[in-house]
Protein backbone atom coordinates (compact mmCIF):
# COMPACT_ATOMS: atom_id res chain seq x y z
CA UNK A 1 0.00 0.00 0.00
CA UNK A 2 1.55 3.33 -1.23
CA UNK A 3 2.04 5.84 1.37
CA UNK A 4 -0.51 8.75 1.42
CA UNK A 5 0.89 12.17 0.99
CA UNK A 6 -1.28 14.64 -0.87
CA UNK A 7 -4.00 13.84 1.99
CA UNK A 8 -4.54 15.90 5.41
CA UNK A 9 -3.37 14.46 8.54
CA UNK A 10 -5.31 11.35 10.29
CA UNK A 11 -7.24 11.89 13.29
CA UNK A 12 -4.60 10.71 15.62
CA UNK A 13 -5.18 9.65 19.41
CA UNK A 14 -5.58 13.14 20.56
CA UNK A 15 -7.85 15.46 21.38
CA UNK A 16 -11.75 14.00 21.57
CA UNK A 17 -9.84 10.87 19.89
CA UNK A 18 -7.30 11.16 22.68
CA UNK A 19 -10.59 11.25 25.22
CA UNK A 20 -12.09 8.29 23.32
CA UNK A 21 -8.76 6.28 23.95
CA UNK A 22 -7.84 7.25 27.11
CA UNK A 23 -11.57 7.19 28.66
CA UNK A 24 -14.13 5.00 26.72
CA UNK A 25 -12.40 2.43 25.56
CA UNK A 26 -10.63 1.30 28.37
CA UNK A 27 -14.31 1.54 30.12
CA UNK A 28 -15.53 -0.63 27.32
CA UNK A 29 -13.17 -3.39 27.52
CA UNK A 30 -14.15 -3.39 31.70
CA UNK A 31 -18.03 -3.86 31.34
CA UNK A 32 -17.10 -6.68 28.47
CA UNK A 33 -15.22 -7.89 31.46
CA UNK A 34 -17.55 -7.61 33.80
CA UNK A 35 -20.27 -9.09 31.07
CA UNK A 36 -18.01 -12.17 31.23
CA UNK A 37 -18.24 -12.29 34.97
CA UNK A 38 -22.01 -12.23 35.34
CA UNK A 39 -22.35 -15.08 32.73
CA UNK A 40 -19.94 -17.70 34.18
CA UNK A 41 -23.19 -19.49 35.43
CA UNK A 42 -24.39 -19.84 32.48
CA UNK A 43 -21.11 -20.89 30.87
CA UNK A 44 -21.30 -23.65 33.40
CA UNK A 45 -24.64 -24.29 33.18
CA UNK A 46 -23.96 -24.75 29.05
CA UNK A 47 -20.84 -26.29 28.70
CA UNK A 48 -19.52 -27.69 32.45
CA UNK A 49 -15.76 -26.82 33.22
CA UNK A 50 -14.71 -26.29 29.90
CA UNK A 51 -16.91 -23.42 29.73
CA UNK A 52 -15.48 -21.58 33.21
CA UNK A 53 -11.97 -22.36 31.47
CA UNK A 54 -12.68 -20.38 28.54
CA UNK A 55 -14.38 -17.66 30.56
CA UNK A 56 -10.98 -17.09 32.58
CA UNK A 57 -8.90 -17.27 29.75
CA UNK A 58 -10.91 -14.66 28.02
CA UNK A 59 -10.81 -12.28 30.63
CA UNK A 60 -7.17 -12.63 31.44
CA UNK A 61 -6.84 -11.80 27.50
CA UNK A 62 -9.28 -8.77 28.00
CA UNK A 63 -7.21 -7.66 31.17
CA UNK A 64 -3.58 -8.06 29.35
CA UNK A 65 -5.07 -5.76 26.17
CA UNK A 66 -6.45 -3.31 28.62
CA UNK A 67 -2.90 -3.08 30.60
CA UNK A 68 -1.44 -2.82 27.14
CA UNK A 69 -3.46 0.40 26.26
CA UNK A 70 -3.99 2.13 29.14
CA UNK A 71 0.29 2.24 29.68
CA UNK A 72 0.70 2.89 25.82
CA UNK A 73 2.18 -0.45 24.71
CA UNK A 74 2.61 -1.02 21.10
CA UNK A 75 0.07 -2.20 19.17
CA UNK A 76 1.37 -5.74 19.02
CA UNK A 77 0.47 -8.05 15.54
CA UNK A 78 -2.91 -10.73 15.89
CA UNK A 79 -1.38 -13.99 16.99
CA UNK A 80 -4.81 -15.55 15.81
CA UNK A 81 -5.55 -17.93 12.51
CA UNK A 82 -8.91 -15.50 12.16
CA UNK A 83 -9.52 -15.17 8.06
CA UNK A 84 -8.87 -11.64 8.38
CA UNK A 85 -5.64 -11.46 10.82
CA UNK A 86 -2.93 -11.57 7.67
CA UNK A 87 -4.78 -8.40 6.21
CA UNK A 88 -4.74 -6.81 9.99
CA UNK A 89 -0.65 -7.47 10.43
CA UNK A 90 -0.44 -6.20 6.91
CA UNK A 91 -2.04 -2.91 7.84
CA UNK A 92 0.18 -2.90 11.07
CA UNK A 93 3.04 -2.97 9.13
CA UNK A 94 2.03 -0.13 7.00
CA UNK A 95 1.43 2.08 10.08
CA UNK A 96 4.26 1.11 11.17
CA UNK A 97 6.37 2.38 7.89
CA UNK A 98 4.13 5.37 8.10
CA UNK A 99 5.93 6.02 11.50
CA UNK A 100 9.34 6.42 9.79
CA UNK A 101 11.27 4.54 11.84
CA UNK A 102 10.29 5.81 14.57
CA UNK A 103 10.00 2.61 16.45
CA UNK A 104 6.37 0.82 17.04
CA UNK A 105 3.56 2.56 16.68
CA UNK A 106 1.82 1.97 20.29
CA UNK A 107 -1.72 3.01 21.17
CA UNK A 108 -1.81 7.06 21.60
CA UNK A 109 0.19 7.35 18.72
CA UNK A 110 -1.60 5.78 16.00
CA UNK A 111 -4.51 6.77 14.43
CA UNK A 112 -7.65 7.12 16.49
CA UNK A 113 -9.53 4.53 13.77
CA UNK A 114 -6.78 2.06 13.80
CA UNK A 115 -6.14 1.33 17.46
CA UNK A 116 -10.13 1.60 18.07
CA UNK A 117 -10.32 -0.77 15.29
CA UNK A 118 -7.94 -2.66 16.77
CA UNK A 119 -9.37 -2.90 20.20
CA UNK A 120 -12.82 -4.43 18.80
CA UNK A 121 -10.87 -6.59 16.38
CA UNK A 122 -8.75 -8.38 19.86
CA UNK A 123 -12.25 -8.54 21.88
CA UNK A 124 -13.27 -11.01 19.10
CA UNK A 125 -10.12 -12.86 19.65
CA UNK A 126 -10.82 -13.40 23.03
CA UNK A 127 -14.12 -14.89 22.63
CA UNK A 128 -13.26 -16.61 19.08
CA UNK A 129 -9.74 -18.16 20.56
CA UNK A 130 -11.34 -19.81 23.19
CA UNK A 131 -14.14 -22.15 22.25
CA UNK A 132 -16.48 -23.46 24.10
CA UNK A 133 -17.84 -19.61 24.70
CA UNK A 134 -16.38 -18.70 21.00
CA UNK A 135 -19.95 -17.69 19.69
CA UNK A 136 -20.70 -15.67 22.52
CA UNK A 137 -21.71 -12.04 21.91
CA UNK A 138 -20.02 -9.71 24.53
CA UNK A 139 -22.42 -6.77 23.72
CA UNK A 140 -26.02 -8.79 22.71
CA UNK A 141 -27.57 -7.52 26.24
CA UNK A 142 -26.84 -4.08 25.28
CA UNK A 143 -28.27 -3.84 22.15
CA UNK A 144 -31.45 -5.96 23.65
CA UNK A 145 -31.78 -3.66 26.13
CA UNK A 146 -31.73 -0.46 23.67
CA UNK A 147 -34.09 -2.79 21.85
CA UNK A 148 -36.39 -2.83 24.93
CA UNK A 149 -36.18 0.78 26.41
CA UNK A 150 -36.92 2.05 22.93
CA UNK A 151 -40.44 -0.13 22.54
CA UNK A 152 -42.51 3.29 22.77
CA UNK A 153 -40.90 4.63 20.07
CA UNK A 154 -40.88 1.57 18.10
CA UNK A 155 -44.79 1.15 18.42
CA UNK A 156 -45.05 5.00 17.46
CA UNK A 157 -43.01 4.57 14.44
CA UNK A 158 -44.54 0.70 13.80
CA UNK A 159 -47.77 2.12 13.91
CA UNK A 160 -47.48 5.13 12.04
CA UNK A 161 -45.85 3.25 9.04
CA UNK A 162 -49.10 0.72 8.99
CA UNK A 163 -51.61 3.65 8.55
CA UNK A 164 -48.92 4.92 5.91
CA UNK A 165 -48.82 1.55 4.09
CA UNK A 166 -52.78 1.52 3.77
CA UNK A 167 -52.70 4.42 1.32
CA UNK A 168 -50.19 4.55 0.04
CA UNK A 169 -50.69 3.72 -3.58
CA UNK A 170 -52.75 6.73 -3.49
CA UNK A 171 -49.66 9.34 -2.95
CA UNK A 172 -48.65 11.68 -5.31
CA UNK A 173 -45.22 12.22 -5.86
CA UNK A 174 -45.67 15.14 -3.79
CA UNK A 175 -47.15 13.47 -0.97
CA UNK A 176 -44.96 10.34 -1.76
CA UNK A 177 -41.72 12.79 -1.25
CA UNK A 178 -42.66 14.21 2.17
CA UNK A 179 -43.00 10.32 3.59
CA UNK A 180 -39.91 9.74 2.58
CA UNK A 181 -37.90 12.95 4.21
CA UNK A 182 -40.05 12.25 7.32
CA UNK A 183 -38.59 8.63 7.62
CA UNK A 184 -35.07 9.86 6.38
CA UNK A 185 -34.63 12.06 9.12
CA UNK A 186 -35.99 9.43 11.75
CA UNK A 187 -33.58 7.15 10.36
CA UNK A 188 -30.58 9.88 10.57
CA UNK A 189 -31.69 10.70 14.01
CA UNK A 190 -31.82 7.11 15.27
CA UNK A 191 -28.57 7.36 15.08
CA UNK A 192 -28.20 9.02 18.07
CA UNK A 193 -28.67 5.58 19.60
CA UNK A 194 -25.23 4.45 19.30
CA UNK A 195 -23.63 3.23 22.31
CA UNK A 196 -20.24 2.81 21.91
CA UNK A 197 -20.26 7.12 21.84
CA UNK A 198 -21.44 6.45 25.86
CA UNK A 199 -19.44 3.31 26.20
CA UNK A 200 -22.25 1.19 26.40
CA UNK A 201 -24.69 3.02 28.85
CA UNK A 202 -28.42 3.39 27.85
CA UNK A 203 -28.59 5.55 25.19
CA UNK A 204 -32.30 4.35 23.70
CA UNK A 205 -34.76 6.06 21.85
CA UNK A 206 -37.64 7.19 24.52
CA UNK A 207 -39.51 9.90 22.56
CA UNK A 208 -41.96 9.66 19.81
CA UNK A 209 -38.98 9.50 16.78
CA UNK A 210 -41.61 11.39 14.55
CA UNK A 211 -42.82 13.93 16.81
CA UNK A 212 -40.30 16.93 17.02
CA UNK A 213 -38.76 16.51 13.32
CA UNK A 214 -39.73 19.87 12.34
CA UNK A 215 -37.83 21.50 15.42
CA UNK A 216 -34.75 19.69 14.34
CA UNK A 217 -34.18 20.21 10.39
CA UNK A 218 -32.22 23.29 11.18
CA UNK A 219 -29.81 21.01 12.92
CA UNK A 220 -29.39 18.97 9.47
CA UNK A 221 -26.06 20.93 8.36
CA UNK A 222 -25.64 19.52 4.84
CA UNK A 223 -29.04 18.35 3.87
CA UNK A 224 -29.24 16.35 0.32
CA UNK A 225 -32.63 14.77 0.92
CA UNK A 226 -33.55 16.73 -2.32
CA UNK A 227 -30.70 15.39 -4.60
CA UNK A 228 -31.69 11.76 -3.38
CA UNK A 229 -35.43 12.07 -4.06
CA UNK A 230 -34.75 13.08 -7.65
CA UNK A 231 -32.42 9.72 -7.92
CA UNK A 232 -35.29 7.23 -6.69
CA UNK A 233 -38.16 8.81 -8.63
CA UNK A 234 -35.89 9.18 -11.65
CA UNK A 235 -34.86 5.53 -11.36
CA UNK A 236 -38.55 4.96 -10.67
CA UNK A 237 -39.31 6.16 -13.76
CA UNK A 238 -36.78 4.83 -16.12
CA UNK A 239 -37.02 1.58 -14.30
CA UNK A 240 -38.19 -1.60 -17.16
CA UNK A 241 -39.51 -4.76 -15.72
CA UNK A 242 -36.13 -5.85 -16.98
CA UNK A 243 -33.68 -3.68 -14.86
CA UNK A 244 -34.46 -3.82 -10.68
CA UNK A 245 -34.05 -0.77 -8.26
CA UNK A 246 -31.57 -1.64 -6.09
CA UNK A 247 -30.85 -0.01 -2.88
CA UNK A 248 -28.13 -1.07 -0.64
CA UNK A 249 -27.57 -0.34 3.59
CA UNK A 250 -24.77 -0.11 5.16
CA UNK A 251 -26.42 -0.96 8.33
CA UNK A 252 -25.16 0.66 11.52
CA UNK A 253 -26.43 0.25 15.45
CA UNK A 254 -29.15 -2.43 16.42
CA UNK A 255 -31.52 -0.96 18.88
CA UNK A 256 -33.87 1.76 17.40
CA UNK A 257 -31.85 2.39 14.93
CA UNK A 258 -32.07 -0.97 13.09
CA UNK A 259 -35.53 -0.88 13.02
CA UNK A 260 -35.88 3.07 11.64
CA UNK A 261 -33.69 1.77 8.69
CA UNK A 262 -35.79 -1.24 8.11
CA UNK A 263 -39.08 0.95 8.69
CA UNK A 264 -37.25 3.07 5.86
CA UNK A 265 -36.34 0.16 3.42
CA UNK A 266 -39.42 -1.07 3.77
CA UNK A 267 -41.13 1.93 2.16
CA UNK A 268 -38.81 2.30 -0.50
CA UNK A 269 -39.81 -1.69 -1.88
CA UNK A 270 -43.74 -0.59 -0.53
CA UNK A 271 -43.74 2.67 -2.57
CA UNK A 272 -41.85 1.12 -5.66
CA UNK A 273 -39.24 3.49 -5.11
CA UNK A 274 -36.61 0.10 -5.08
CA UNK A 275 -37.68 -3.09 -6.00
CA UNK A 276 -34.85 -5.55 -3.94
CA UNK A 277 -32.55 -3.59 -0.61
CA UNK A 278 -29.56 -5.08 0.07
CA UNK A 279 -28.10 -4.63 3.87
CA UNK A 280 -24.79 -5.14 4.88
CA UNK A 281 -23.96 -5.64 8.78
CA UNK A 282 -21.12 -6.80 10.67
CA UNK A 283 -19.43 -10.05 10.60
CA UNK A 284 -18.59 -10.09 14.71
CA UNK A 285 -19.47 -7.79 17.13
CA UNK A 286 -17.91 -4.56 16.73
CA UNK A 287 -18.61 -0.69 18.47
CA UNK A 288 -20.65 -2.11 20.96
CA UNK A 289 -23.97 -1.68 19.26
CA UNK A 290 -23.27 -2.42 15.38
CA UNK A 291 -25.75 -4.68 13.71
CA UNK A 292 -24.45 -8.29 13.14
CA UNK A 293 -26.59 -11.19 11.18
CA UNK A 294 -28.09 -12.45 14.67
CA UNK A 295 -28.74 -9.03 16.29
CA UNK A 296 -30.94 -8.09 12.54
CA UNK A 297 -32.65 -11.98 12.66
CA UNK A 298 -33.63 -11.51 16.56
CA UNK A 299 -34.91 -7.98 16.37
CA UNK A 300 -37.23 -9.14 13.06
CA UNK A 301 -38.41 -11.90 15.52
CA UNK A 302 -38.73 -10.01 18.10
CA UNK A 303 -41.10 -7.61 16.02
CA UNK A 304 -42.94 -10.65 15.15
CA UNK A 305 -44.04 -12.07 18.02
CA UNK A 306 -44.54 -8.75 19.58
CA UNK A 307 -47.86 -8.29 21.39
CA UNK A 308 -48.89 -5.06 19.63
CA UNK A 309 -50.75 -5.61 16.27
CA UNK A 310 -48.76 -2.76 14.27
CA UNK A 311 -45.55 -3.97 15.79
CA UNK A 312 -45.81 -7.76 14.92
CA UNK A 313 -47.35 -6.90 11.23
CA UNK A 314 -44.02 -4.97 10.29
CA UNK A 315 -41.98 -8.38 11.50
CA UNK A 316 -43.94 -10.20 9.95
CA UNK A 317 -43.70 -8.46 6.16
CA UNK A 318 -40.27 -8.15 6.89
CA UNK A 319 -39.46 -11.89 7.35
CA UNK A 320 -41.85 -12.18 4.01
CA UNK A 321 -39.49 -10.08 2.35
CA UNK A 322 -36.45 -11.54 3.47
CA UNK A 323 -38.18 -15.10 2.48
CA UNK A 324 -39.23 -13.59 -1.35
CA UNK A 325 -35.57 -12.39 -1.47
CA UNK A 326 -36.05 -8.75 -2.28
CA UNK A 327 -34.80 -7.90 1.04
CA UNK A 328 -30.68 -9.70 0.98
CA UNK A 329 -28.86 -9.95 4.33
CA UNK A 330 -24.83 -9.60 3.68
CA UNK A 331 -21.58 -9.46 5.93
CA UNK A 332 -18.22 -9.04 4.58
CA UNK A 333 -15.15 -9.26 6.51
CA UNK A 334 -13.83 -5.99 4.81
CA UNK A 335 -16.21 -4.28 7.66
CA UNK A 336 -14.77 -5.06 10.32
CA UNK A 337 -11.01 -4.13 8.83
CA UNK A 338 -9.46 -1.09 9.69
CA UNK A 339 -9.28 0.11 6.39
CA UNK A 340 -11.03 2.94 4.82
CA UNK A 341 -13.34 2.88 2.08
CA UNK A 342 -10.94 4.57 -0.51
CA UNK A 343 -8.82 1.20 -0.28
CA UNK A 344 -11.62 -1.02 -1.03
CA UNK A 345 -11.39 -1.35 -4.22
CA UNK A 346 -8.05 -2.87 -3.69
CA UNK A 347 -8.73 -5.08 -0.38
CA UNK A 348 -12.08 -6.31 -1.37
CA UNK A 349 -12.30 -6.07 -5.00
CA UNK A 350 -15.53 -8.91 -4.84
CA UNK A 351 -17.51 -6.26 -2.12
CA UNK A 352 -16.66 -3.32 -4.47
CA UNK A 353 -18.10 -5.11 -7.58
CA UNK A 354 -21.21 -6.14 -5.39
CA UNK A 355 -21.14 -2.59 -4.43
CA UNK A 356 -21.51 -1.34 -7.86
CA UNK A 357 -24.56 -3.16 -8.91
CA UNK A 358 -26.38 -1.06 -6.52
CA UNK A 359 -28.47 2.73 -8.05
CA UNK A 360 -28.29 4.04 -4.32
CA UNK A 361 -25.66 3.58 -1.23
CA UNK A 362 -27.23 4.49 1.79
CA UNK A 363 -23.91 4.78 4.51
CA UNK A 364 -25.75 5.14 8.16
CA UNK A 365 -23.96 6.43 11.07
CA UNK A 366 -20.43 7.85 12.50
CA UNK A 367 -17.66 5.30 11.85
CA UNK A 368 -18.86 4.51 8.31
CA UNK A 369 -18.61 8.18 7.69
CA UNK A 370 -15.05 8.77 8.96
CA UNK A 371 -13.98 5.49 6.66
CA UNK A 372 -15.78 7.24 3.78
CA UNK A 373 -13.69 10.22 4.64
CA UNK A 374 -10.20 8.36 5.39
CA UNK A 375 -10.76 9.81 9.04
CA UNK A 376 -9.21 12.98 8.00
CA UNK A 377 -8.88 16.68 9.51
CA UNK A 378 -10.29 18.09 6.20
CA UNK A 379 -11.08 21.67 5.53
CA UNK A 380 -14.90 21.73 6.38
CA UNK A 381 -15.54 23.26 2.87
CA UNK A 382 -13.88 20.15 1.26
CA UNK A 383 -16.70 18.75 -1.26
CA UNK A 384 -17.68 15.07 -0.18
CA UNK A 385 -16.23 13.88 -3.52
CA UNK A 386 -12.75 14.72 -2.95
CA UNK A 387 -12.74 13.27 0.62
CA UNK A 388 -14.06 10.03 -0.52
CA UNK A 389 -10.99 9.79 -2.30
CA UNK A 390 -12.07 7.76 -5.63
CA UNK A 391 -14.42 5.58 -3.49
CA UNK A 392 -17.75 5.93 -5.81
CA UNK A 393 -18.86 2.44 -6.47
CA UNK A 394 -22.07 4.16 -6.75
CA UNK A 395 -24.25 6.98 -6.13
CA UNK A 396 -23.98 7.04 -2.03
CA UNK A 397 -25.83 8.89 0.93
CA UNK A 398 -24.15 9.09 4.32
CA UNK A 399 -27.26 9.25 7.68
CA UNK A 400 -25.10 10.83 10.25
CA UNK A 401 -24.90 12.22 13.70
CA UNK A 402 -21.88 14.19 14.00
CA UNK A 403 -20.06 12.45 16.41
CA UNK A 404 -16.43 13.06 15.43
CA UNK A 405 -13.90 15.43 14.23
CA UNK A 406 -14.37 15.37 11.00
CA UNK A 407 -16.90 17.01 8.59
CA UNK A 408 -16.77 17.90 4.73
CA UNK A 409 -19.05 19.92 2.16
CA UNK A 410 -20.03 22.69 4.35
CA UNK A 411 -20.69 26.16 3.03
CA UNK A 412 -17.70 28.83 3.83
CA UNK A 413 -17.88 29.78 7.59
CA UNK A 414 -20.60 27.62 8.42
CA UNK A 415 -18.74 25.25 10.53
CA UNK A 416 -16.45 28.36 11.59
CA UNK A 417 -20.07 29.87 13.14
CA UNK A 418 -21.31 26.88 14.84
CA UNK A 419 -17.91 26.24 16.27
CA UNK A 420 -18.12 30.04 17.75
CA UNK A 421 -21.27 29.37 19.75
CA UNK A 422 -21.03 25.13 20.56
CA UNK A 423 -17.57 24.23 20.20
CA UNK A 424 -18.44 20.62 20.97
CA UNK A 425 -20.80 20.84 17.51
CA UNK A 426 -18.34 18.05 16.40
CA UNK A 427 -19.17 15.66 18.84
CA UNK A 428 -22.36 16.09 20.81
CA UNK A 429 -24.53 13.86 17.98
CA UNK A 430 -26.91 16.83 18.36
CA UNK A 431 -25.82 17.73 14.43
CA UNK A 432 -27.02 15.55 11.81
CA UNK A 433 -26.05 15.53 7.69
CA UNK A 434 -27.65 13.57 5.18
CA UNK A 435 -24.68 14.15 2.52
CA UNK A 436 -25.26 13.31 -1.30
CA UNK A 437 -22.79 11.98 -4.14
CA UNK A 438 -23.78 11.26 -7.04
CA UNK A 439 -20.85 11.22 -9.37
CA UNK A 440 -19.75 6.68 -9.69
O1 LIG B 1 -17.08 9.08 18.79
C1 LIG B 1 -17.83 8.16 19.35
C2 LIG B 1 -17.84 6.89 18.64
O2 LIG B 1 -17.68 5.82 19.49
C3 LIG B 1 -16.81 6.87 17.55
O3 LIG B 1 -15.76 6.18 17.94
C4 LIG B 1 -17.51 6.27 16.41
O4 LIG B 1 -17.19 6.97 15.26
C5 LIG B 1 -18.89 6.41 16.75
O5 LIG B 1 -19.06 6.77 18.04
C6 LIG B 1 -19.71 5.23 16.47
O6 LIG B 1 -20.85 5.79 16.09
P1 LIG B 1 -21.81 5.17 15.04
O7 LIG B 1 -22.49 4.08 15.75
O8 LIG B 1 -22.69 6.29 14.66
O9 LIG B 1 -20.97 4.71 13.88
MG1 LIG C 1 -22.20 2.01 15.54
Given at each position: MAAVTALPVSLSARSFAYFTVKDRLPQILTKVIDTLHRHKNEFFEEHGEKGVEAEKRAISFLSKLRNELQTDKPVTPLEDEL??????????????NLSNGNGEPSWFQSPWLFVECYMYRRIHAALAQNPPIGSFDVFKEGKAQNFFESQEAIIALCTYFQELLKNIQDLDEKQLQGELFKLLQVSLWGNKCDLSFSAGEGSSQKSSPLQCLEDMVPYIIVNDMERLWSLLINAKKRNTDKCNVRVDIILDNAGFELVSDLVLTDFLLSSKLADE????????????????????????????????MWMSRCGINWEGNLKKGVWVYHDHMFWTLPHVYSSMAEVAPDLYADLQKSNLLLFKGDLNYRKLTGDRKWEYTVPFHQALNKFHPAPLCSLRTLKSDTQVGLKPGQGEQI??????????????????????
Open positions: PDAALWNQYLDYQRVHFHGKSIPWYVSDTTKNDFNWTIKQLQSANHQASEPEWMVSGKYGIVQFDATP
